[in-house]
């Protein structure tokens, strides 16, 4: 069974940085994109991150680019989300999300197992 759990997430003060992990079960990085997306109530969910294996430095959103940065460990099958200089806009459900195949060009939809989140409270 593949499936995504994330955790990490938690209460922190604006400035600073939280680190977040996807720990994968039944699935290889070298098949599968990772991607880190977040969703607010009332809003659609926007990606923040996303990164293919043997593929280079993740992708960004611009507006994601300067504070986030996500990593694989692809010996523990574990995907980080490193979040620097927190700002309360930050304040969201963080999910993680897997989809076959090495692209990240495609939109949610591309990613079809998602983990339940992990809620992530930044204060000012």
């Known amino acids: 069974q593949v499936q995504v759990v994330e955790s990490g997430g938690g209460l922190v003060q604006a400035g600073g940085s939280l680190r977040l992990s996807c720990t994968t079960s039944?699935?290889?990085?070298?098949?599968?994109?990772m991607a880190w997306y977040r969703q607010t109530p009332g809003k659609e969910r926007e990606r923040v991150a996303c990164i293919v294996w043997g593929g280079g430095p993740a992708e960004y959103p611009k507006s994601m680019r300067a504070r986030f940065t996500m990593t694989e460990d692809n010996v523990k099958m574990i995907a980080h989300l490193q979040l620097n200089n927190a700002k309360p806009e930050d304040t969201a459900m963080y999910y993680c999300?897997?989809?076959?195949?090495?692209?990240?060009?495609?939109?949610?939809?591309?990613?079809?197992?998602w983990g339940q989140g992990t809620q992530v409270t930044v204060s000012s």
């Open positions: 999300a897997a989809g076959y195949g090495l692209m990240c060009d495609r939109g949610a939809s591309y990613f079809t197992i």
């Open positions: 039944g699935l290889s990085f070298v098949d599968y994109a």
